[in-house]
């Protein structure tokens, strides 16, 4: 399913270092020949400073050709600008991280800046090197350092804008040592920085609109996002509360729409959840309604089998046609760097949808019949559906009978002043709201009738 991967579009949105991981997705999946992904692999290697890796990239690539001189060159100046910045950084770092000093810090970084350099003699240019050599290390592939690095230089610095590059760079060393909790955290405190609109804050040059340079923010932030969302324990529920807000959905609508795939597999991969809990919020609760309408909005920039798996749900009702993109978007799923590991959690929570959808429109069901739906033989889907409707709450209004092989559904009639009461829930807010711009309206034309003082009438 090559022509599904979104390999080469996410990448141009992702830092080098973060594209490394889905590349080495790719040589696993082989949705493309491994020659092309590992020059893919060399040309980013080579603007790191990680020289031994793109040897070994080189050498595969290469296998009969000598090593260029060039490398060798490049690792000697790799290792001296790391002894040179690595003392320019400890200097301030053995300051800090005294006992008295840290005690003696507050929140006020210029109160701080103030206390070190009349008691230590700490200037601006030395807690700049603490950036300079977390920088570093980042190039240089010990993103665990490269996160210490510049978490110490932003606690004293005051230069906003290096401020939110130490933001980002903390945040892609969190992700690639795979500390989710603090990644977390830290994609938290960068969406409020990017969403203060402060030109300082956003990835803006000079001549670039703020407000355009903010969506580029945004943009940036969904897709380094995903690799949060997708290993973080509640980051399914979270990734619908983020891109389900007006400013990211319209984000999305805008700039990527390809990642309606993972806000679609987020909706799905919740929904079961979201169905049998009281603790997730409204908008978890109607994501599939909302992505519905999203997905058919769109669909004229974007859909593949995922996506299409929801619109001929929903939108056509068609079951054969749902049956038939729920087997690509399996193949989708099980090749996606972000999703791989969720397929059958995916499947599952998409056979639920398929079997509440059938269920909610007959009332005598074949089991046989269903289960080719779910793309199951007789016998597994007669234990899935047993199961479906023992764990939720169609077992309170679904019966099998085996001897027919068919499922029963008896559904309880709302009685008349119930449906009344739900008809006529928030008339008098409605009505209310109807009367106030009624008002509104005319106000207006009575202003704009009534004839003009002249001045000099006066």
Known sequence: MAEHDLTKTIIPYLDRHLAFPLLAHLVETQLFPVEQVQAA????????NMVDYAVSLFEQLYPDQEIPEEFSRKRERAVSTNERLQQEAQAVLDVIENPDVAQALRQDKNQNLTFLKDNYNVTLEQINALYNFGQFQYTYG??????????????????????????????????????????????NTLRDVVDSRSPSSLLTTPTEPAALAQLHSRTWLAHWSL?????HPQG????????????????????????????????????????????????????IREIVKVIQMEEYQYQDPVTSFLKELYIEFDFEAAQRQLALAERVV???FFLGEFREEFLDNARYLISEAYCRIHQRIDIG?????????????????????????MGAEAKIDLEKNVIEIHRTALPVY?????????????????????????????SQSQPSVVDGAR
């Open 142 to 187: 010990n993103y665990s350092g490269a996160a210490d690095y510049l978490y110490h230089f932003r606690v004293l610095s005051t230069d906003n804008e290096l401020n939110t590059s130490a933001h980002w760079g903390k945040l892609a060393s969190d992700i690639l040592t795979g500390k989710w909790d603090t990644a977390l955290e830290e994609l």
């Open 418 to 446: 119930q449906t009344v009461i739900e008809k006529t829930r928030g008339l008098a807010f409605r009505t209310q709201a109807l009367g106030a711009g009624m008002l509104h309206s005319q106000q207006a034309v009575q």
């Open 227 to 231: 690799f949060v969302y997708f290993n």
């Open 369 to 393: 019949d269903l289960s080719e739906r779910l793309n199951l033989s007789r016998d597994e889907g007669e234990k899935w559906i047993v199961n479906l409707i023992r764990e939720t709450r």
């Open 236 to 287: 399914r529920t979270l990734l619908l509360e983020t891109f389900l807000s007006p400013t990211y959905l319209n984000t999305i609508q805008t700039s990527c729409p390809w990642i309606l795939r993972y806000l679609t597999a987020a909706a799905i991969l919740s929904r079961k959840s979201a169905a049998g809990g009281s603790n997730a919020s409204s908008r978890v609760r109607h994501s």
């Open 41 to 48: 692999q060399y040309e980013l290697a080579k603007g790191t």
């Open 334 to 336: 099980t090749d996606d």
